[in-house]
């Protein structure tokens, strides 16, 4: 959406929210539909008249081209003259969007608004750098403001345990933030860890199928959560604020870029509970760091402390706890500031290049998994901590 035409058009134009505003999207209410989803499309577009605040023109654009779309399906209309600066760029969005079906614009407007209507009333509600729990999620706190997503694990009791709940509501809050009008995306941890990694408990749940359907589902999961990870298109940055474990390290290798409080601890300790490596770390770190160091944290567990984790290459920046929130909001602030357009396509052309790989990567890594959650080595290895024979 960077078109050069559209930012002459705001110069130029001082009218332009009118131009492409609410009443450009409401024009077309009167299409009544049956389906369910088409109701849910409706509620959509009402909510966008309910917003208190202006989304801005590229998120107005995107509703304009979204709903062109799931309204009349491609764009078929001559392209505007190249003075018909306001048209042109109305144009240029729908026809982005190619040969988009109808039900996935319609599906991708309904989560453009929802991600909208709670980051903008979170943004209006909130006292600056204060959080507020949104009621969409119960694992996490998700705050949208100064163009920062961020997006924080929340059940600090069990040191930001991942279980199953939080799996999905963070694949949920990627996926909006994808959408949504900020420019970064932050994932911290509230309380005194970032997380202790994958919940054991999940492991107890064991559906009429069988562990073996427990582990095939497992899989299944993990796979779809890390792919969240790879597909991500704006920069996405860790703030480790505690102690981190398993799958919360090994995603790391899939973040733009990782700052740490020097309470921070990095540990992968899979050999201990009888797993293997997932998150694509079995790649990852190994570009990262080299085959040695990778194979100390992967193979052997070696818990690296976070200036050690700097020194390899898994950390961007180590800051002192007393200072870590206000020096690393001071410069995700100022990160937010440039052009997210130039951020998303550099990001692109970075990660481009390797996304097939880390996808086939991730795919492995999860097929090795569900074997390894079969084996007594892995299930002896949760009894054990259920039963508080082990801390690591
Ligand atoms: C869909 C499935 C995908 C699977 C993907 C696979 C991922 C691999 C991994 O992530 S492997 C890593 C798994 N994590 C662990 O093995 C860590 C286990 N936890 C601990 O060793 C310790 O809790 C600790 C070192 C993190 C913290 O120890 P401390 O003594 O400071 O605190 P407590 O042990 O008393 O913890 C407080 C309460 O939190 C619960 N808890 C902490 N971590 C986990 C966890 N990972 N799973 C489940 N529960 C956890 C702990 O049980 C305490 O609860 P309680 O107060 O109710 O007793």
New binding site residues.
């Given amino acids: 959406m960077a078109n050069p035409a559209w930012r002459l058009a705001q110069r130029s134009c001082p009218s332009h929210l009118q131009v492409v505003s609410f009443p450009v999207v409401q024009l077309h209410m009167n299409r009544t539909a049956m389906r369910a989803s088409q109701k849910d499309f409706e509620n959509a577009v009402n909510q966008v008249k309910l917003l208190k605040k202006d989304p801005g023109n590229e998120v107005k654009l995107k509703l304009y081209a979204l709903y062109k779309q799931a309204t009349e399906g491609p764009c078929d209309m001559p392209k505007p003259g190249v003075f018909d600066l306001i048209n042109k760029a109305k144009w240029d969005a729908w026809n982005t969007l190619g040969t988009l079906p109808k039900e996935t614009a319609r599906q991708n407007y309904v989560d453009l608004v929802s991600s909208l209507s709670s980051s903008l009333e979170s943004s209006s509600q909130v006292e600056p750098g204060t959080d507020r729990k949104s009621t969409a999620y119960e694992t996490l706190m998700v705050t949208s403001e100064d163009g920062i997503t961020k997006i924080t694990l929340n059940r600090p009791?069990?040191?930001n345990?991942i279980n199953?709940e939080m799996?999905h509501e963070i694949m949920r809050a990627l996926k909006a933030a994808s959408k949504d009008d900020s420019s970064i995306t932050v994932l911290t941890g509230n309380g005194d860890y970032y997380s202790?990694?994958?919940?054991?408990?999940?492991f107890t749940d064991i559906p009429p199928g069988g562990v073996e359907e427990k582990a095939k589902n497992?899989a299944i999961?993990?796979r779809e959560f890390v792919g969240c990870f790879i597909d991500f298109p704006k920069p996405l940055i860790a703030m480790v604020n505690g102690p981190a474990?398993?799958?919360s390290v090994t995603i790391l290798g899939l973040f733009d870029a990782v700052y740490a409080s020097d309470r921070a601890t990095f540990h992968t300790?899979?050999s201990h509970?009888g797993?293997s490596p997932?998150g694509c770390s079995s790649y990852t770190f190994l570009k990262i760091m080299g085959p040695a160091k990778a194979t100390e944290m992967l193979v052997f567990g070696k818990k690296l402390t976070a200036g050690e984790a700097c020194a390899q290459g898994l950390v961007t920046e180590v800051f002192p706890d007393s200072t870590f929130q206000k020096e690393v909001w001071t410069r995700l602030k100022a990160f937010a500031k440039l052009p997210p357009n130039a951020m998303r396509i550099s990001k692109e052309v970075i990660r481009n290049r390797e996304k097939e790989k880390l996808h086939a990567v991730n795919a492995e890594e999860c097929s090795v998994l569900q074997e390894r959650w079969l084996s007594d080595e892995c299930m002896n290895a949760v009894v054990n901590?259920l039963s508080r024979k082990s801390?690591?």
């Fill in positions: 009791a069990k040191k345990a199953i799996y202790s990694g994958n919940d054991l408990t999940n497992s999961l993990l474990v398993g799958i300790p899979f509970l797993q997932e901590f801390n690591l």
